[in-house]
C-alpha cells in the first residue's frame, strides 16, 4: 500500500497558478506511475496527467490542460507536483493524486482548487 498526501489547492483568479503537491510513503518502491486525476461537481473523475516512474520518462496530459500544466515528480518517487498555469474557470474541481504499483492503486484524499474572480 502507498499513503498519499496532497496539498496546495485553494483559491486562485482565472489566469493564475497554483502548485499542487502529493507526498508518497509506504511502498514507494514499487510505484511504477504516478498522475492527478480532477473531479467536477456533478462529472465523473477525469485523468489531468500521469508521469512514468520505471525507465525512461514519460508524460501524458488531458487535451484540456496541454500548454498549461506540467507534472513533475522527484526521483526518489516520493513527492508528486503539478504546475497549474492559466487557470480556467473550468479547472475548478477537486484534484486527487494517484499511483499505480506491484499490488494495485492508491488515491490521495484530494485537494480543491476554485478558480473563480
Known amino acids: 500500500q502507498v499513503q498519499l498526501v496532497e496539498s496546495g489547492g485553494g483559491l486562485v483568479q482565472p489566469g493564475g497558478s497554483l502548485r499542487l503537491s502529493c507526498v508518497a510513503s509506504?511502498?514507494?518502491?514499487?510505484?511504477?506511475?504516478m498522475g492527478w486525476y480532477r473531479q467536477a461537481p456533478g462529472k465523473q473523475r477525469e485523468l489531468v496527467a500521469t508521469i512514468t516512474t520505471a525507465g525512461i520518462t514519460s508524460t501524458n496530459y488531458a487535451d484540456s490542460v496541454k500548454g498549461r500544466f506540467t507534472i513533475s515528480r522527484d526521483n526518489a518517487k516520493t513527492t508528486l507536483y503539478l504546475q497549474m498555469n492559466s487557470l480556467k474557470p473550468e479547472d475548478t474541481a477537486v484534484y486527487y493524486c494517484n499511483v499505480l504499483h506491484s499490488y494495485g492503486n492508491d488515491w490521495g484524499q484530494g485537494t480543491q482548487v476554485t478558480v473563480s474572480s
Open positions: 509506504g511502498s514507494i518502491s514499487s510505484i511504477y506511475r
